[in-house]
């Protein structure tokens, strides 16, 4: 009978649906299989299909990287170009510095929610076309026909648009990695993606090396030192390579299977869900039945176009303000945002002025030739990235899925926090190799802790039907504390003093740390499941009533 037929069955399709609907994909995409590969293996021995969606997703880190800590030597670079050498204006270099993280506001808000609204197909891959095409006219910067000042106008204002596509990425890519994830790997998955971010500083500044390198005789030995404009100019425009890489794979990328199944309908359903979860769970697997090669599909999960996928999320907005009315959901997100406030402020603060720990350590660049310093500059960043950078981050790969994620924070920010009391404490005092030392261990514990964490916790705990938005507001409140601290850092320096501004990221790590009690551990935690317990206890209040 016609009335017995799921709501989403290929038999309750109206004649609209029927004619709206977008043809069938000529082929199925391997990656709409992710869910059930790898099964028997330890986390972090990835599966094929694995590995590509790991490129797909984690270019967007790379360049999140390579594009955010590259303005370091990039500012060195136009102290040359621009000032003859003479510091930049303190408050043009704050500006650029912190250009890409003001942007990175806007698209994390953004494009969080568009995802939760229109489908990650509709809106993945629409991020990369954007640094695509703000690193273009970054390097576009007419630096000869215009002032000084308005060049670095110039700069900051394209990376503002460059900051709203890397942005983005950070919603639109947790969010695709764990939706593709079976549980007893979805930490290590959503490690892997973040640890790209390592990758892109260190290649950053192995491309900073070598092509100083190929200026070396023209710049030291000629004396043309204006020729550094060119070096600056390859080193942003590289990044391009990997940005066009992978811009189809994105373009082309289905949706997935769970975030299909929690659009059918404008809540979830024991006919969704509730049976679902239970042959699923079992198996430490997606909770939504696998469908597998079917040719028939509902006219709800069909293609997943943007038509099809906004119809039932007209009141999108009023739901999620609706969902985190409650203190129990409410706590979850002010539990994210916080600590991922409190991490950027001290991890920003470091790293987007490297200039004081360059300078502890004899690689400052403060004489020289300009060739010279420049050089001197880049071997410090490419010592402070492999010490304990890219480390850190597979630190976390390989014991998150054992360790947990909430153990993982709260040991990272209380480490940190001694690493950076023991660095003010003796600033003036310490040694160089205590200092690397210290500086070390301080790099490897922001990524083998909430570094890496405070990525992996909103894509874990929030359900499939307001993820991206929580998760970019999230992210957009670390960004806001690394904005914070980018712009307040060099004159704060100057009034209190570099050693009294690590005591405060000191103090800001040991706030971290507490918020994280607010969240709870997710490992191996279905969000969907719990959700959806939740609606059936709302149900069976509202019946006892």
Not at 297 to 307: I, L
Request: hydrophobic fraction near 45%; glycine fraction near 10%; charged fraction near 15%.
């Amino acid at each position: 009978m016609a009335s017995a037929q799921p709501s989403g069955s290929p038999g309750s399709r109206t004649s609209s649906q029927v004619e709206n609907a977008e043809p069938a994909p000529p082929y199925r995409s391997p990656l709409e299989e992710f869910e059930d590969e790898g099964a028997g293996r330890p986390p972090y021995i990835l599966t094929y299909t694995e590995m590509k969606l790991l490129g797909i997703a984690g270019v967007g880190f790379f360049l999140d990287a390579y594009d955010l800590f590259i303005i370091n030597p990039v500012t060195t670079m136009l102290q040359y170009r621009l000032y003859g050498g003479h510091d930049l204006p303190s408050g043009l270099q704050g500006f650029v510095k912190a250009a890409a993280n003001i942007g990175s506001v806007i698209g994390q808000f953004l494009f969080g929610f568009a995802a939760d609204h229109f489908g990650r197909k509709a809106v993945y891959g629409k991020e990369l076309m954007i640094i695509i095409f703000a690193t273009i006219m970054c390097i576009s910067d007419p630096t000869g026909d215009i002032s000084p000042d308005g060049a670095l106008v110039w700069l900051g204002v394209w990376r503002i648009i460059l900051g709203i596509g890397v942005g983005a990425d950070y919603p639109m890519s947790a969010s695709v990695t764990s939706e593709r994830s079976n549980l007893r790997k979805r930490g290590t998955m959503l490690a892997y993606i973040f640890s790209f971010q390592g990758w892109g500083s260190l290649i950053g500044s192995l491309v900073t090396l070598i092509t100083l390198a190929c200026y070396k005789h023209v710049m030291n030995a000629k004396g043309e030192t204006s020729k550094v404009d060119g070096v600056w100019r390859i080193v942003i425009g590289l990044s391009l390579v990997p940005a066009f890489g992978t811009l189809y794979q994105r373009l082309t990328l289905p949706e997935s299977r769970r975030f299909l199944k929690s659009r059918q309908s404008a809540g979830p359903s024991s006919e969704n869900l509730g049976a679902a979860a239970n042959a699923g769970n079992s198996a430490h697997t997606s909770p939504f039945p696998p469908e597998k090669q079917s040719s028939e599909k509902p006219s709800m999960v069909g293609n997943g176009t943007p038509r099809e996928l906004a119809k039932p999320r007209q009141a999108a907005y009023l739901e999620f303000l609706h969902y985190f009315s409650e203190w129990r959901h409410l706590k979850l997100l002010l539990g994210t945002s916080l600590c991922w406030f409190f991490l950027d402020i001290a991890f920003y603060g470091i790293n987007l002025n490297q200039n004081v720990v360059l300078q502890q350590i004899g690689f400052d660049g403060k004489t020289g030739t300009p060739w010279e310093r420049l050089w001197k500059i880049a071997i410090g960043n490419i010592i402070i990235t492999a010490l304990g950078f890219v480390p850190g981050y597979y630190a976390t790969v390989l014991t998150i899925e054992r360790l947990g994620r909430k153990f993982i924070q709260i040991q990272g920010f209380l480490i940190t926090a001694m690493f950076l009391g023991i660095m003010a404490g003796r600033f003036n005092k310490i040694s160089t190799a205590g200092f690397v030392v210290c500086f070390s261990f301080l790099q490897f514990f922001f990524n083998f802790g909430a570094n890496t964490t405070t990525y992996c916790y909103p894509a874990e705990v929030f359900p499939t039907r307001f993820r991206a938005t929580a998760h970019g507001i999230s992210a957009a409140s670390g960004k806001a504390g690394a904005i914070i601290s980018s712009l307040a850092f060099n004159s704060l320096s100057n009034k209190i003093g570099t050693a009294n501004v690590l005591w405060i990221f000191m103090g800001v790590s040991f706030a971290g740390a507490a918020c994280t009690l607010l969240l709870p551990e997710v490992k191996g935690r279905d969000p969907d499941l719990v959700y959806e317990e939740e609606e059936r206890e709302r149900m069976r209040v509202r019946g006892a009533y």
